[in-house]
């Protein structure tokens, strides 16, 4: 500071001193944050790293991971897993921690690959525990809810590369193109080995489900496989499909339409097994496994047209790059096939037919626009010739000229029945005004033909998750007491015939009316045990409680409780009010 006698200082000098003062206190701040950034190493903090169920050395497939709902971390449990053996996994940020699992009814030490005994450690059904880690002053804790499915099957799905087409991949592709490899493993509720192989293909399938969070997919096997279990050789196949049920909050009722399916004895009818579905060790939901609707045997049992065209036409890798061009038919349809094809020597059968929507059907290979512009999907063969189409066409319009004019065709002067079956008819009709299903004769509404002069059959049913109360979108849905598909065009028009119902109630009297209603009752008890479920365990057959956790169990069994056939009125008389006479629409 200078003398004390000294003049004031210069401004140089006091320049001099405010450097030094700055430059004193840029090395303290520096102290300061070495100080605190040893402090902070010096300091580490516990932490889990990896926790998660299955999956151990063996079978890395089965991992499960946790998820994040409500704010608790969840892990969920196949059938196959009792609550008094839960294996769990785990590491942490310090090797030689000490971990404990406490619960309601008391607490345990704990090594990631023991087993836990939820009904030791909780009370009733609540399986929530508290995991705490220590190591020396350090501690880390995480709270777990076990959620298990009984009776449901577990599926695995576990992509080849789950960093660039996983899951995700799969699911960005709006036109469901990305195709991934990958492994599945099925256990049945028992832990029973189902499958456990190589995928050829997961991709994305479905028209507006694939625009849901949770999303169907469709998968085929390595070697041809009965997933269902049901013993029957004609059963095994190579492509399966996973449906989301994303509209269904309950998830049940395609099942109970496949069920009335085959309890009104339908000639063919797709199997199906509920499944806990883990997408890449994650939790996606409760799905259904099904066939799929294509021609195979055991599935759509007719001839394959399909192979006997790409038999005739060796020299062409893919029938459906083709060209596609128009024709029309001498009866007024118009239709779309593939230019060049060579035809087979039998072109009369077999064909898959789907009813569809306009905007649906035109990105199809093949379809056809009947005279009263009706859609109609080629679904096999995916590639028609232009003979193929012209003849599939033909037949379908003079089945709707029958069927639109009373019965027989004034151009051919056949019946309907010569192009149809009735029975086939009939079957379709009951469970489309049972359900209530809104896309009824409308889309997902299949028929099939044989080879030579056979009529078609209607079926197999597809696509009831709208039905039974789940569509609000026409007055006459939700209200179960009324009559719907006598309101449709093909419905009124089928049942303005004179006599229909008198074909209907013969043909049903050899059904199992009983079976059908055990069949309504079985799953009322279900929907019924389901509505006391957690609303947590709700959410999740929708998917971790991305859309709204209400199941609309209500409207199902107020459907199935006032719809003629479910009450318990004498059979003739409950047909004769689900098959109205002609006289209502006089």
Request: charged residues 25%.
């Amino acid at each position: 500071r200078g003398n004390m006698w000294a003049g004031p200082a210069g401004p140089g000098e006091l320049r001099s001193e405010t450097m030094k003062r700055l430059l004193l206190l840029c090395l303290t701040a520096a102290v300061l944050v070495s100080c605190l950034g040893l402090s902070a190493q010096a300091a580490p903090t516990l932490s889990w790293t990896e926790f998660y169920t299955m999956g151990d050395a063996a079978s890395a497939h089965t991992r499960i991971d946790p998820i994040e709902l409500d704010g608790t971390t969840t892990l969920f449990l196949p059938a196959s897993v009792s609550r008094k053996a839960v294996p769990v996994y785990f590491t942490l940020s310090e090797k030689n921690a000490v971990v404990t699992a406490t619960g309601s009814r008391g607490s345990v030490a704990l090594k990631s690959g023991d087993t836990l005994d939820l009904t030791a450690l909780c009370e009733g059904t609540d399986d929530t525990i508290t995991l705490r880690a220590r190591s020396g002053s350090m501690q880390a804790e995480k709270r777990v809810t076990f959620l298990r499915y009984d009776n449901v099957s577990t599926m695995f799905l576990v992509s080849d590369d789950p960093v660039n087409e996983g899951r995700e991949w799969v699911e960005s592709s709006e036109d469901k193109s990305n195709r991934a490899k990958g492994s599945m493993a099925l256990l049945a509720a028992d832990g029973e080995s189902v499958y456990d192989g190589k995928l050829t293909q997961i991709k994305g399938r479905g028209n507006s489900t694939w625009k849901g969070a949770k999303r169907p997919y469709q998968i085929k096997l390595d070697k041809k496989t009965d997933l269902l279990q049901t013993g029957d050789s004609a059963d095994k196949a190579k492509t399966w499909v996973l449906l989301a049920n994303f509209y269904d909050p309950s998830a049940v009722r395609n099942m109970l339409a496949l069920d009335l399916g085959r309890a009104l004895q339908m000639e063919c009818n797709m199997g199906y097994r509920p499944v806990c579905l883990f997408y890449d060790g994650e939790f996606r939901g409760l799905y259904l496994l099904t066939e799929k609707v294509e021609v195979n045997e055991g599935r759509v049992n007719v001839t394959d047209l399909e192979k006997a065209n790409e038999k005739a036409n060796p020299d062409v890798d893919d029938l459906t790059k083709l060209e596609s061009k128009t024709g029309t038919t001498a009866n007024g349809a118009t239709y779309l096939y593939c230019d060049g094809m060579n035809d087979p020597a039998d072109i009369t059968g077999g064909y898959l037919l789907e009813m569809d929507f306009a905007d649906r059907a035109m990105e199809e290979k093949c379809y056809f626009i009947t005279a009263r512009g009706f859609y109609v999907v080629v679904k096999s063969p995916e590639a028609c010739s232009k003979a193929e189409m012209d003849y599939i066409a033909s037949w379908y319009q003079d089945y709707e000229d029958a069927v639109f004019e009373g019965g027989t065709s004034s151009k051919t002067g056949k019946p309907f029945t010569d192009y149809v079956t009735v029975e086939s008819m009939v079957q379709c009709y009951l469970v489309n005004e049972l359900s209530k299903n809104g896309d009824g004769f409308n889309t997902s509404a299949y028929l099939y033909k044989e080879t030579g002069s056979e009529p078609m059959k209607m079926g197999p049913l597809w696509d009831y998750d709208l039905g039974f109360g789940n569509n609000n979108y026409e007055d006459l849905l939700p209200q179960p007491e009324l009559l719907y598909t006598v309101y449709g065009s093909l419905g009124r028009a089928l049942a303005s015939f004179r006599g229909f119902e008198e074909y209907g109630l013969r043909i049903v009297a050899a059904f199992d009316v009983d079976s059908i209603r055990s069949t309504s009752r079985r799953w009322q008890m279900s929907l019924r045990a389901m509505r006391t479920q957690s609303v947590r365990t709700a959410a999740c057959i929708r998917l971790r409680g991305t859309v709204s956790r209400s199941l609309r169990l209500q409207a199902m069994t107020s459907c199935c409780g006032n719809r003629p056939i479910w009450t318990s009125a004498p059979a003739e008389t409950a047909l004769r009010r689900t098959l109205p006479p002609c006289r209502i629409l006089s």
